[in-house]
Structure formats: C-alpha cells, structure tokens
C-alpha cells in the first residue's frame, strides 16, 4: 500500500525557515517523479514544486522560485522541500504526492499545516 | 501559464440523480487532465485521467470525457458518499495547474 507521511509543518514567522520532509513507503520511491501542492485555509489547490525519480531535474512556481527547494533522498525514500523567506501567502496545507504512470498525482500524503504570521 | 476555469462553482443535487462538471482550459491540453475528489479535511483523490480513464478502484458512476480545451466530469445516480468537493488539473505543461474546484452537495 503507497503511503506518504508528511512532517515539518508549524508557526513560522515571516522571512523565516521551514523543512518539509515526506517519508514515502510501499513503492520504488527512487522510480517516480515526486511534488509539493498546497492548499490555502478554504481555498483551491496550488502546485509548488516536483521533482524528476534521479533529482536530477527540478520544477517550480514562480511565487516560489529562489526561495523554496526541493530535493530528495532515494536511500531514505524521503522527499523534502526547504522554504526560505516565507511569506504570509505561503501558510496553506503541503500536500505531497506521487506520480506513477503518467504526469497526473496518482496518491497524496495526508497533508501538513504551515502558517506564516508573526 | 494555462488557466483552467471550472463550473458550476458549486452545486447541489438530489440522491440517485445525473451530476456534470465542466473544466475549461485556456489553451488545448491534448487531453492531459485529471479529475481529483476532496472530501473535508481530506487530501484529494485521484478520480480520472488523461480526460477519460477511470483510476483503480473508483466507483463506475464516474466518468469522464473531453478534447482539446473543453472537458467534464459525470456522476450517474448521485450517492451521499459522492459529497465532496471536485478539482480538474491540467499537466500538459508546467505550471501544473487546477481548476477551482465545485463544491456538490445533497439537495
């Protein structure tokens, strides 16, 4: 059974760091393409960031480009997205999420509180 | 970026009635779009993709269908489990990006 566990969320102020980790299990972790979508309080879905099966290549919004990075770890079957200089647009739900066959999210992670207000 | 507009923005049907959602993108996405369900305080699922095929698992009251710029969603006899709300998403091309979803709910 695919899981993906999202952690690292919380209360950061603005122009402060966050780490996102997804530790993800019951699948080759290192074949597929992996991303970050969020999600606003009552809001839309909105995709961040992916990121190709070898790290090799990577994608982003521009809202996000030159302060957020993903990366990720095949070893530890962990993906991660660092958030530099947050802003307060950036607080939503970070939803990690797979994709196995084609370039559409196949299964997502339960989801991760990050909220930037001072 | 390719925008998706998505109607009706929200909706409400009766138990055991015929349901349709419309996604229109702003330029032809060659069928490259996948329809996902969110019910409250739940991550989305995936429900179709590549316009038309219906994920592993997914109730066959679901379908999909469309070309080029336009596309929809259908619900065949509306069950109380389908309340939720619905979101297209596009990935022909970077940007990803979704539709602003439609709320249904029980009449």
């Known amino acids: 059974e695919v899981q993906l566990v999202e952690s690292g969320g919380g209360l950061v102020q603005p122009g402060r760091s966050l780490k996102l980790s997804c530790a993800a299990s019951g699948f080759t972790f290192s074949n597929y393409g992996m991303h970050w979508i969020r999600q606003a309080p009552t809001k839309g879905l909105e995709w961040v960031a992916s990121?190709?099966?070898?790290?090799?290549?990577?994608y982003y919004r521009d809202s996000v480009k030159g302060r957020f990075t993903i990366s990720r770890d095949n070893a530890k079957s962990t993906l991660y997205l660092q958030m530099d200089s947050l802003r307060s647009e950036d607080t939503a739900t970070y939803y990690c999420?797979?994709?196995?066959?084609?370039?559409?999210?196949?299964?997502w992670g339960q989801g991760v509180m990050v909220t930037v207000s001072s | 970026d390719i925008r998706m507009t998505q109607s009706p923005a929200s909706l409400s049907a009766s138990l055991g009635e015929t349901v349709n959602i419309e996604c229109l993108a702003s330029?032809?996405?060659?069928?490259?779009l996948a329809w996902y369900q969110q019910k409250p305080g739940k991550s989305p699922q995936l429900l179709i993709y590549n316009a038309n095929s219906l994920q592993n698992g997914v109730p066959s009251r679901f379908s999909g269908s469309g070309s080029g710029t336009q596309y929809s969603l259908k619900i065949n006899s509306l069950q109380s489990e389908d309340v939720a709300t619905y979101f297209c998403?596009?990935?022909?091309?970077?940007?990803?990006?979704f539709g602003a979803g439609t709320k249904l709910e029980l009449k």
């Open positions: 990121i190709s099966p070898s790290g090799g290549s990577t």
């Open positions: 999420a797979v994709t196995t066959e084609g370039d559409y999210f196949d299964y």
């Open positions: 330029e032809d996405i060659y069928s490259d």
């Open positions: 998403q596009q990935y022909n091309n970077y940007p990803y990006t």
